[in-house]
């Protein structure tokens, strides 16, 4: 009897928050706050493009003297972003968060679409 897999979709967080593209690095982490979530997913209009963290804004902004009230999330969020589809495997996810050294994936449907995130602290 082959033992049943967790996949991506059974933990990804569902209700991700969401940022226009031209959202300042300022509002994102006041976002943040708010939301308690380290991370935002970047939209266009037409379906989530990027994602920016906490991280991104301490380490890529505020640390380096940047200012958080011009930079927008556009600027910051860094491609490619490393995705997963709702149906990938759980462990072949987290491998490829290892791979990646990244924290964080974006979650993808049938059409490529940015719809949710898989964090390394995500809850059952």
């Known amino acids: 009897m082959r033992a049943q897999t967790t996949q991506v979709g059974d933990l990804a967080v569902r209700a991700a928050v969401k940022v226009d593209r031209d959202t300042t690095a300022a509002d994102c982490a006041r976002i943040m706050h708010s939301e308690h979530v380290g991370s935002v997913i970047v939209t266009d209009g037409a379906g989530g493009k990027g ?12 640390a380096t003297g940047l200012d958080p009230a011009t930079l927008t999330a556009g600027d910051m969020m860094a ?3 490393a ?4 149906s990938d495997d759980l462990l072949a996810a987290l491998a490829r968060m290892r791979e990646q050294g990244v924290r964080r994936l974006g979650v ?4 490529a679409r940015l719809t949710s ?3 390394v602290d995500n809850r059952l």
């Open 51 to 62: 994602l920016v963290t906490d991280r991104d804004i301490v380490i890529e902004v505020v």
């Open 79 to 81: 491609p490619p972003l």
């Open 117 to 119: 995130v898989l964090a």
């Open 83 to 86: 995705t997963v589809r709702e």
């Open 108 to 111: 993808v449907d049938d059409e």
